[in-house]
T-cell receptor
Framework: DAKTTQPPSMDCAEGRAANLPCNHS???????VYWYRQIHSQGPQYIIH???NNETNEMASLIITEDRKSSTLILPHATLRDTAVYYC?????????????FGKGITLSVRP | GAVVSQHPSRVICKSGTSVKIECRSL??????MFWYRQFPKQSLMLMAT?????????EQGVEKDKFLINHASLTLSTLTVTSAHPEDSSFYIC???????????FGSGTRLTVV
């Protein structure tokens, strides 16, 4: 699976949009971009994933550049409860037996 | 939907004893489950892949005789930490891929403290 690079941390004000970047310059054509987050002392939570097109769900939006070498997770209106470590993961398929490898992630701190 | 239940959430045990952690998929069947370990301020490290009806696959450096994994049914995988030592104290998390191709579902984790 392709390696990802994320800044170690960022913060944003409550109510503002949080834009979390991720670089995956070695991504191959059939690799998906996944985002998970982990709130302190809890198991990770799936947020969103995409292949080429931008995606949006009830939690967030995922913007993937045209060359697919980077992506941005957008939390449109961050709340204090969004404070967590966010992991950008690239993997080959949605197959059930495919391992999920976590990097260091980015720590998002939402300030009041 | 797609809930994974993990128990216990916290356990304290004496050095040399064994501890069993359960991971159940509540509303879907999981032929494969994954077990992770997380030390403070570090990321999740995959320990092993649990396969229903067959032997688990362990990651390099993980002692299979120390971390026993059993996946006896399509909804239950267990991790037993045998002869636990203080250095085994960690946060253990299980995960399973739900049907439909969405992201994996994770348990809430088990905080193991060996004294």
């Amino acid at each position: 699976d392709a390696k990802t690079t994320q800044p170690p941390s960022m913060d944003c004000a409550e109510g503002r949009a949080a834009n979390l970047p991720c670089n995956h310059s070695t991504i191959s054509g059939n690799e998906y971009v996944y985002w998970y987050r982990q709130i302190h002392s809890q198991g990770p939570q799936y947020i969103i994933h995409g292949l080429k097109n931008n995606e949006t769900n009830e939690m967030a939006s995922l913007i993937i550049t045209e060359d697919r070498k980077s992506s941005t997770l957008i939390l449109p209106h961050a709340t204090l409860r969004d404070t967590a470590v966010y992991y950008c993961i690239v993997r080959f398929s949605t197959g059930a037996n495919s391992k999920l490898t976590f990097g260091k992630g980015i720590t998002l701190s939402v300030r009041p | 939907g797609a809930v994974v239940s993990q128990h216990p959430s916290r356990v304290i045990c004496k050095s040399g004893t064994s501890v069993k952690i359960e991971c159940r998929s509540l509303d879907f069947q999981a032929t494969t489950m994954f077990w992770y370990r997380q030390f403070p301020k570090q990321s999740l490290m995959l320990m092993a892949t649990s396969n229903e009806g067959s032997k688990a696959t362990y990651e390099q450096g993980v002692e299979k005789d120390k971390f026993l994994i059993n996946h006896a049914s399509l909804t239950l995988s267990t991790l037993t930490v045998t002869s636990a030592h203080p250095e085994d104290s960690s946060f253990y998390i299980c995960s399973a891929p739900p049907p439909g191709g969405r992201g994996y579902t994770f348990g809430s984790g088990t905080r193991l403290t060996v004294v």
